[in-house]
C-alpha cells in the first residue's frame, strides 16, 4: 500500500507564486510517472504537468514557462512550482504517481487526496 500526501495549496493574488509538493510513502515500491492534475468546479480533471522517472517532462500549453515540475527521487517526492498565478488555474489539484510493487511487479496508479488552489484579488 502506498500513500500520497500533498501539500501546498492555498489563497494567492494574481501574479503570485504558490509550490505543491506530494510524497509518496509506503514500503517496496518503485515509481514510474509523476504528475500533477487539476480539476476546476464543473469541469473534468486534466493533465497540468508530468515527469517520468528519466526526467522527461510535459505541460499543459497553459502554463508553459509558468510552472516547472520537479521530483526528488530520494525522497519520492515530486514538486510543482506555480509562478505568475491567474484566476484561470483555480482548482484542487492531485498529484498521481504510477507505482511498480516490488514483491508483486504489479504496477498500480494512485492519486493524492488533492490541495485547493485559489488565485483571487
Known sequence: QVQL???GGGLVQPGGSLRLSC???????S???????????????DLVAIITSGGSINYEDSVK????????????TVYLQ????KPEDTA?????ADIMSLTTRVNYRYWGQGTQVTVSS
Request: a positive charge.
Open 5 to 7: 500526501v500533498e501539500s
Open 23 to 29: 510524497a509518496a510513502s509506503g514500503r517496496a515500491f
Open 31 to 45: 515509481i514510474n510517472a509523476m504528475g500533477w492534475y487539476r480539476q476546476a468546479p464543473g469541469k473534468q480533471r
Open 65 to 76: 514557462g509558468r510552472f516547472t515540475i520537479s521530483r526528488d527521487n530520494a525522497k519520492n
Open 82 to 85: 506555480m509562478n505568475s498565478l
Open 92 to 96: 484542487v489539484y492531485y498529484c498521481k
